[in-house]
């Protein structure tokens, strides 16, 4: 499938978006949470991935990010999606406290008939809307405050560095690290 959205310099920064399979609301948990930021942890330790800023909302996560060397950003991108994918769903499966189980794996499991290049689930949309930004732009700014004003704007906290699942502790405090490693 063509897009005008593309990883076109492996070395440049982006600004994407990962957004879960008809928008829906797994990331409530911070098990699921979890495992998406190891998996970037991973990629920064192993596949050269460079996280500026991150945000993970119930949904969907925003990242501006890069790659080191010879590591291909498009790759490292679909690792992080195939690998959250198999263990989001396997835990989902595997949680007797998950009271949603029953309707979020016929979510996966129709989104996955649909998709021939799937085994039997889809969790990802296949799309991440790759936005080429210069980082010293006022776009890559507006995309800075943008993704980390995303949890006040949904009425999670009332401060962005209050947001556990975000790198704004990091870019508005002097209090210590985020989760994740940031690039700067």
Not at 12 to 37: H, M, S
Not at 66 to 87: E, P, Q, R, Y
Request: net charge neutral; proline share 3%; charged share 20%.
């Amino acid at each position: 499938m063509s897009s005008k959205y593309k990883f076109t310099d492996k070395l440049a920064n982006y600004f994407i978006t990962i957004t879960v399979v008809g928008w829906t609301d797994v990331f409530t948990r911070n098990e699921y949470k979890d495992i998406l930021v190891d998996s970037i942890k991973h990629c920064q330790n192993n596949q050269g991935l460079q996280v500026n800023t991150w945000v993970i909302m119930t949904n969907h996560i925003h990242m501006i990010v890069s790659c080191s060397g010879d590591n291909d950003i498009a790759m490292v991108i679909k690792n992080i999606k195939s690998f959250t994918a198999l263990k989001i769903i396997d835990a989902i499966i595997n949680n007797n406290y998950e009271s949603r189980r029953e309707w979020l794996i016929p979510i996966f499991e129709k989104y996955g008939s649909i998709n021939k290049s799937n085994h039997k689930y889809q969790f990802w949309v296949t799309e991440n809307h790759p936005i080429l930004l210069d980082p010293y732009t006022n776009m890559y700014n507006e995309r800075l405050k943008y993704l980390h004003e995303n949890p006040v704007r949904a009425g999670f906290v009332i401060n962005p560095q209050d947001w556990l699942y975000s790198s704004a502790i990091d870019y508005y405090t002097e209090k210590g690290k985020g989760l994740i490693e940031i690039y700067s």
